[in-house]
């Protein structure tokens, strides 16, 4: 009996994709107890899984490597080992694909890959962020089909919904620690995916149905879009007005209730809040919906690596420079602060922007080496030193990690344009810095 198996942790446990979502997870269910092995294509990544080597930031090498060594993580390229797993969770990319449509290809492979070894007493988990009805009108007919007189889920397979709510580089939230919502296809699947996630996070929410799971993480996310979008455009009003967004914000936020700070930012990165918002309008086009406030937070959201480029334009007017063949230093190219991620990285526009117009430009970023843009030219990130900070003409913060002193920055730079307010306590030196 499955139950009984989840309960003694003597399950075996399965995840497809160990990127940022599938391995932090696949470790967690391991060090709970489970005996976990790990999916992926990609066999340079399980080479380096069975070194004990995470390329993933959350999951170090020290809590890895004994988990691989132990064997009671492994980790494997052969969908094969299905047939063995009591439990299996999808976690792989659900990327756009051309006009901003949902691409369902990496759904569709696991679960054909599942659906040949699938057998009774089996949980299948869909953990990747997608539209409401992937789960039952792509991942269940899938299924069926393999078994369409012998397996019925929710009495002899069991099948759901559980949206990844994992934000990179967040040491306080942590799989373990981080609500899950699930949603069965039954109230037997259900039960039975609770009665899992039961065993290694602190707390589970159940809902009625997998649609409304997977509106759930939508709703999550197409939520910060629209309100960093919203606080972006204040962003560019407060400029024509000649107001500081940032002291704005900071002001708004002492009132204890009816207000949740957002801030601006040269644009929006990740894998999730720029692209989970077109899932949304998408599946809602097809009852005859267009998500037009969506739509323009996703509108403002996509203008702000041009607005920057203004700002740098601008910032050299003054010094009398113009922007073509202008050295500029960008510092930090990551999405987010004190991480190493650059999926839909609003830095890679500003770049290409700059480029477009001839300027030059250098990066420092320590927590992401190298480059490579649009499949061409590599480039290095460059040590942070005061010779190289005074030879650019404007420095631009598109990453506030905290690594930098940023103090000891604008005593060296020339000028600086600052996108996320990294320099806000920096006492000297304000005339050298260009807000957005």
């Known amino acids: 009996m499955i139950l009984e198996k989840m309960e003694t942790r003597t399950a075996r446990s399965g995840v497809i994709g160990l990127g940022y979502v599938g391995l932090p997870l696949a470790v967690a269910i391991a060090r709970a107890g489970f005996r976990v092995t790990g999916i992926d294509i990609c066999s340079e990544k399980i080479e380096r899984l069975k070194q004990g080597i995470s390329d993933v930031p959350d999951v170090t090498n020290a809590v890895l490597a004994p988990l691989i060594a132990s064997e009671q993580l492994q980790v494997t390229t ?3 080992v299905l ?4 439990t299996v969770n999808i976690c792989v990319p659900t990327p756009l694909g051309e006009n901003r449509t949902p691409d369902m290809q990496f759904i569709i492979a696991a679960v054909q890959q599942i659906a040949q070894y699938l057998h009774p007493e089996q949980l299948i988990i869909l953990e990747s962020t997608t539209y409401p009805g992937t789960t039952e009108e792509v991942v269940l007919p899938e299924l069926s089909a393999q078994f369409p007189d012998t397996l019925q ?7 759901a919904y559980s949206p990844e709510r994992i934000e990179p580089g967040n040491s306080t939230h942590s799989v373990t620690n981080t609500p899950k919502i699930i949603g069965g296809v039954t109230p037997q699947c259900t039960h039975v995916a609770k009665t899992f996630y039961a065993q290694f996070i602190s707390k589970t929410h159940t809902v009625s149905s997998p649609r409304t799971a997977e509106m759930v993480k939508l709703l999550e996310n197409t939520f910060r879009s629209v309100n960093i979008g919203l606080i972006n455009e204040v962003a560019l009003i407060c400029d024509r007005m000649d107001l500081d967004v940032w002291e704005i914000i900071d002001a708004a936020a002492t009132k204890p209730f009816g207000f949740m700070p957002f801030y601006p930012g040269p644009g929006l990165g990740g ?4 692209i989970d ?5 998408w599946k809602a086009q097809m009852y005859q919906y267009h998500a037009r406030f969506i739509e323009l937070a996703t509108e403002i959201n996509s203008e702000m690596p041009k607005y920057v480029l203004d700002k740098i334009i601008h910032a050299l007017n003054l010094q009398r420079k113009p922007l073509n063949g202008a050295k500029l230093l960008i510092l ?3 999405y987010k602060k004190d ?5 839909e990285s609003p830095a890679l526009e500003v770049i290409r922007l700059i480029l477009d117009k001839k300027a030059e430009f250098l990066y420092h970023d320590p927590y992401i080496k190298d480059l490579s843009l649009d499949d061409t030219e590599i480039y290095h990130s460059e040590p942070l030193t005061a010779a190289l900070v005074e030879s650019v003409d404007c420095v631009v913060i598109l990453t506030d990690h905290t690594a930098i002193d940023y103090n000891w920055l604008v005593t060296h730079a020339q000028l600086i344009v600052d996108t996320r307010n990294a320099t806000r306590s920096v006492k000297k030196g304000q005339e050298k ?4």
Do not use: N
Not at 153 to 159: A, E, I, K
Not at 277 to 281: G, K, R, V
């Open 433 to 436: 810095i260009i807000k957005i």
């Open 83 to 86: 047939r063995e797993l009591d």
């Open 277 to 281: 918002p077109h899932y949304l309008s």
């Open 332 to 334: 930090g190219i990551a």
């Open 339 to 343: 991480i190493g991620d650059i999926r």
């Open 153 to 159: 889920v929710g009495r002899d397979f069991y099948l």
């Open 78 to 80: 052969d969908f094969s």
């Open 271 to 274: 894998h999730c809040i720029p």
